[in-house]
């Protein structure tokens, strides 16, 4: 019998929709960020299940604090709720959460707050869930670059690699855009260089564990060849 795909490593996803869920249901959008809540716990608990190491999500940009204030408000209560209701459980279930992003323009309550679910659950080694919050691909490499600049370290590859925000976890295998949109939008400019990239038509919080399942049997059935020639590839297997 064939031994089971090697599951990725590493996962990405632009949950995208959930204002679109929302409206088609005559709802705030801020509905539809509520429901995106519920479909991330549920894909954490899917990918651990899954044998997934790393998870990592785009829950706020850069670029969205141009969004209505009422929207950008309520998706800051959203996070600063939500750290309080789910990190025991995610504790719980052996998730260790790191928060991406710059931390100027958050409140001190939600800063205070990511820094206690980080600490909270940072003996967990089950999987590790990314949320990147107030993060730009573009402000990751910038900042990487300031930083190597300010202790007169030489830019290199290497050198910016270890400087990213993301320099703890390994690069994403594939990365997923739910919403029909196929764009990047800013997200892991840099990691994604060998991402396997993945469309879902499907609106963030109809993204359930048969769409991941899909996406993975899509990762499964592509060949990865790192600029090398398909015949390399097959020789190395
Ligand atoms: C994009 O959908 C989604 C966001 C900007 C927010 C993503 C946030 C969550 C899924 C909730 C998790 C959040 C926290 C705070 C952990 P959109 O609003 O652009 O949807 P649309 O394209 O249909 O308008």
Not at 26 to 40: C, D, I, M, Y
Not at 51 to 59: H, S
Not at 92 to 112: I, M, N, P, T
């Amino acid at each position: 019998m064939a031994a089971p795909p090697v599951p990725p490593r590493h996962v990405a996803i632009v949950m995208d929709g959930n204002g679109r869920w929302a409206q088609r249901r005559f709802l705030p959008r801020l509905a539809g960020h509520k429901q995106g809540v519920e479909s991330l716990r549920r894909c954490v608990r899917a990918c651990a299940q899954r044998g997934i190491g790393v998870l990592t999500v785009f829950a706020f940009s850069s670029e969205n604090w141009n969004r209505p204030a009422e929207e950008v408000s309520g998706l800051m209560e959203l996070l600063a709720k939500a750290l309080t209701r789910e990190v025991p459980q995610l504790s719980q279930e052996g998730v260790r959460l790191h928060f991406v992003g710059a931390r100027a323009g958050l409140s001190d309550k939600v800063r205070a707050g990511l820094e206690l679910a980080q600490s909270q659950t940072a003996h967990n080694t089950r999987l590790v869930l990314n949320v990147c919050f107030n993060y730009g691909g573009r402000w990751d490499i910038a900042q990487a670059a300031a930083q190597l600049a300010a202790r007169g370290v030489p830019i290199t590859e290497e050198s910016l690699d270890r400087a990213l925000a993301l320099a703890h976890v390994p690069d994403p295998d594939l990365l997923i855009r739910t919403g029909g949109e196929m764009r990047l939008s800013n997200f892991l400019l840099w990691q994604a260089a060998y991402a396997e990239l993945y469309f879902s038509e499907r609106l963030w919080p109809d993204f359930d564990e048969a769409a991941l399942d899909e996406a993975l049997a899509a990762y499964h059935a592509r060949e990865r060849r790192f600029g090398q020639t398909s015949e390399q590839v097959q020789a190395c297997a």
